[in-house]
């Protein structure tokens, strides 16, 4: 039984396609949040409050992706983990898959479901240590600190 699941070649072209899409939304994000940052750079020589309020949302909206991406990733990954275990088979029945892959039963199909969701606590664990260095700390000082005379 452990026939090999042929490719599907219309899939491959689309994980491409989407690939290529978000690398090039990517690029363009970056360049912007560059010029941003300049002029945040610039206005916090000015003001450092109002380029605070400035920064606040590009960080809400950061957090925001990071949270969204590593809990769908990990979402999908618990899922693939799941059917693989109770089918017990990998790839599970249905599945398509971008190159030809050879199908694994029994304890193989179990090492590669936990191996599966082993990366689900990794991609959660990675998107909470990414929120945690880009939250806000609670020590930052609002003065500057005093000087001895």
């Given at each position: 039984?452990?026939?090999?699941?042929?490719?599907?070649?219309r899939?491959?072209?689309?994980?491409i396609v989407v690939t290529l899409m978000v690398a090039l939304v990517g690029l363009i994000y970056l360049h912007w949040l560059n010029g941003f940052l300049q002029d945040v750079?610039?206005?916090s020589m000015k003001d450092g409050t109002v380029a605070v309020k400035k920064l606040w949302p590009i960080?809400?909206?950061?957090m925001?992706?990071?949270?969204?991406?590593?809990v769908v990733l990990a979402g999908t990954l618990t899922?693939?983990?799941?059917?693989?275990?109770?089918?017990?088979?990998?790839?599970?029945p249905g599945m398509r898959v971008l190159w030809t892959?050879?199908?694994?039963?029994?304890?193989?199909?179990?090492?590669?479901s936990?191996?599966?969701?082993?990366?689900?606590?990794?991609a959660i664990g990675y998107g909470a240590l990414v929120l945690r260095l880009i939250w806000p700390s609670s020590d930052v000082h609002t003065a500057p600190p005093m000087q001895a005379v």
């Open positions: 039984m452990n026939t090999p699941v042929h490719a599907d070649p899939l491959r072209t689309r994980a750079e610039l206005l960080l809400l909206a950061t925001a992706a990071v949270l969204c991406s590593s899922y693939l983990a799941v059917k693989v275990y109770r089918t017990g088979q990998y790839p599970p892959t050879p199908t694994r039963t029994g304890r193989a199909a179990t090492v590669a936990l191996c599966i969701l082993l990366l689900a606590v990794v």
